[in-house]
């Protein structure tokens, strides 16, 4: 069983369409999150949720959406993607300390 | 702020040799402290943290890191390196008394040559 899961694992979309990546986790975790891994490899925070509310925005542009339907779900909606967009995005869940990463989705935006 | 640092783009060392990936860290308090590595097309693997006790810390295949308060460091550490620990490691916080997010220092990139 995978621990956090995301899918897609790879989208190619066009500028303008919006899209969404699911993320779940089966870990019984609190605390989900949302990283986004840019062309140079820096990893940063974009969104935390701790039991379906939002924690942490990290000035992110209003055209990310993340939405926590249950505390094993965060999935993150992305409206008129841009070309900066293109990214992996890495789902991750937390207790007590310890992260557990998805594989990532590498999204590209043409 | 907090946050952490990798000096080092990249570091090339010979199989069988001992490798060190540097990590300094900015943080008040007593700090949590983690390293993941990610290899070629994948997501980032859990090797080891420190919260606190033994200044040594062991973790997954076969690395470790040291803590040092007064340098501010959290150097990783194998004593013998395989051509497979070729891999971006990434050095982390999430501050002092395990505060939510993770800051990632901005990776090190680790080649092994046979």
């Known amino acids: 069983d995978t621990a956090v899961s995301q899918t897609p694992k790879y989208l190619v979309t066009q500028m303008g369409n919006d899209k969404s990546i699911k993320c779940e986790q089966n870990?019984?975790?609190?605390?989900m999150y949302w990283y986004k891994q840019d062309s140079k490899k820096f990893l940063k925070i974009m969104f935390s949720?701790?039991?379906?509310?939002?924690?942490i925005n990290e000035t992110v542009p209003n055209r990310f959406s993340p939405k926590s339907p249950d505390k094993a779900h965060l999935n993150l909606h992305i409206n008129s993607l841009e070309l900066g967009d293109s990214a992996v995005y890495f789902c991750?869940?937390?207790?007590?300390?310890?992260?557990?990463f998805g594989s990532g989705t590498r999204l590209t935006v043409v | 702020a907090q946050s952490v640092a990798q000096p080092e783009d990249q570091v090339n060392v010979a199989e069988g040799n001992p490798l060190t990936v540097k990590c300094t860290y900015s943080?008040?308090?007593?700090?949590?402290l983690f390293w993941y590595v990610q290899y070629p097309n994948r997501g980032l693997q859990f090797l080891l943290k420190?919260?606190?006790?033994?200044?040594l810390v062991k973790g997954s295949y076969g690395f470790e890191a040291e803590f040092n308060k007064s340098q501010t460091s959290f150097h990783l550490k194998k004593p013998s390196a395989l051509v497979s620990d070729s891999a971006l490691y990434f050095c982390a916080t999430n501050g002092a008394y395990n505060t939510d997010k993770l800051i990632f220092g901005t990776g090190t990139r680790l080649q092994v040559f046979p």
């Open positions: 949720y701790n039991n379906k509310e939002l924690i």
């Open positions: 420190y919260i606190t006790g033994d200044n």
């Open positions: 870990l019984g975790h609190d605390t």
């Open positions: 991750a869940s937390s207790l007590h300390g310890g992260y557990t």
């Open positions: 943080v008040s308090g007593n700090p949590y």
